[in-house]
């Protein structure tokens, strides 16, 4: 079992910075995929950004391309969102994903991880 837990979020104003963290518990080792979704109310949970823990290729969502840096510290077992320029639209529950399993292409679909952490919030106010 893996447990995540996830830590950074809280309010920003427009055009501010916040640096998300998860931390990876239990048996890690193997972890193929690493990701952040977020979720706004009313809203489908949407893929933001992965990153394969073995060659660190990652894919990011065209809505934060440019602003957001995923990154992880392997030694440590933690993932990191580093999030700037943000947005009232950012405005979301942020949560913390992975799995073992192998893809073709780095995923972004969350049917295609099976561990989650409880999310963090983040709001940005225009």
């Known amino acids: 079992q893996v447990q995540l837990v996830e830590s950074g979020g809280g309010s920003v104003q427009g055009g501010g910075s916040l640096r998300l963290s998860c931390a990876a518990f239990?048996?890690?080792?193997?972890?193929?995929?690493m990701a952040w979704f977020r979720q706004a109310p009313g809203k489908e949970r949407e893929g933001v950004a992965t990153?394969?823990?073995?060659?660190?290729?990652?894919y990011y969502a065209d809505s934060v391309k440019g602003r957001f840096t995923i990154s992880q510290d392997n030694a440590k077992g933690t993932l990191y969102l580093q999030m700037n320029t943000l947005k009232p639209e950012d405005t979301a529950m942020y949560y913390c994903?992975?799995?073992?399993?192998?893809?073709?292409?780095?995923?972004?679909?969350?049917?295609?991880?099976?561990?989650w952490g409880q999310g963090t919030q983040v709001t940005v106010s225009s």
């Open positions: 990153i394969s823990t073995y060659t660190s290729t990652t």
């Open positions: 994903a992975a799995d073992f399993r192998f893809w073709k292409d780095v995923p972004a679909d969350p049917r295609n991880f099976r561990y």
């Open positions: 239990g048996y890690t080792n193997g972890i193929t995929y």
